[in-house]
């Protein structure tokens, strides 16, 4: 916490955080929730071009004192994450915040999907999610601790029809956290994960064509709207601040109470890509 008076009202003044898929996005939404509050952020993604964007964007609201930087790679290549925490590390003096937002998705019915496809979001979703948190963990403990936040789904926890891939990809971090909550506790680590329902995001523009997939969900909510980045972000902001400082090892729905019905359907969005065979009873490739 900052003991300088002229700048107490900024909560996470002196602090700093990596987000993975920083560029856009829930990432882009996250990094700006925890900039605006005074803690200076690294940007984590693939596409320099979109990272230097982001970061001219980010400068622009950020206050006196919090810097912004970004570390280009990919999330599932150690080395590349290794680097993204040297470099948070150097933008801001340490490494407090870590939100592990990169991800990707696929919808294939499980008999027709290429093995490759599987692989790669597996490697983006889990095997990225675990590689920040084994390397901010480590930043962190040198640091006297800190809190991780990884972005989940709804489809982690409630059926999406052929989304099977990317659903067992987020049940896993969500698996992973509460291991990593339980084990680094000691060191003044807390981790947390945030499972968003529908956001309009650039990784949904393609599903949010099918006008039956965007009813399915909407019937199924309590709240019935679209989510928004800003929906997910207040969250992230929250459990990564000092507000949360009891809270560790929660899954956290945020998809208008989604959840406490059914998932939607993607079989629309599957037929379109496969043929329809593919999605009827015997397919066999």
């Not at 982001?54 to 622009?60: E, K, T, W, Y």
């Not at 150690?78 to 150097?90: G, I, T």
């Not at 947390?192 to 529908?198: A, C, D, E, L, M």
Request: aromatic share 4%.
């Amino acid at each position: 916490m900052p003991t300088d008076p002229t700048s107490a009202y900024l909560v996470l003044a002196g602090q700093s955080a990596l987000i993975t898929g920083g560029g856009s996005g829930i990432g882009l939404a996250c990094a700006e929730a925890l900039l605006v509050d005074g803690c200076s952020v690294t940007l984590m993604g693939r596409n320099e071009e979109r990272l230097e964007g982001a970061v001219a964007q980010l400068r622009g609201v950020a206050p006196a004192g919090a810097e912004v930087g970004w570390s280009s790679g990919d999330v599932s290549v150690e080395a590349d994450v290794e680097a993204a925490v040297a470099r948070a590390v150097e933008v801001g003096g340490g490494l407090h915040i870590a939100v592990a937002s990169a991800g990707t998705g696929t919808v294939a019915p499980i008999v027709a999907q290429d093995f490759d496809d599987f692989r790669r979001v597996i490697d983006t979703n889990l095997v990225g999610t675990y590689l920040t948190i084994k390397h901010a963990a480590r930043a962190m403990v040198a640091g006297g601790g800190g809190a991780i936040v990884t972005i989940s789904s709804l489809a982690g926890v409630t059926v999406h029809r052929y989304m099977s891939t990317y659903g067992a990809s987020k049940a896993g971090i969500d698996m992973l956290v509460r291991n990593a909550a339980d084990e680094l506790g000691a060191d003044g680590i807390r981790a947390n994960s945030v499972q968003p329902g529908i956001i309009e995001t650039e990784l949904m523009e393609f599903p949010m064509q099918d006008q039956a997939l965007i009813d399915s969900y909407l019937a199924n909510q309590p709240v019935s709207r679209i989510g928004t980045v800003g929906d997910v972000a207040s969250v992230v902001r929250f459990l990564s601040g000092p507000e949360s400082g009891w809270v560790t090892g929660n899954a956290l729905p945020i998809d208008g109470g989604h959840h406490l019905r059914c998932g939607p359907d993607y079989g629309g969005i599957a037929r379109m890509i496969y043929t329809d065979a593919a999605t009827e009873p015997g397919f066999t490739g």
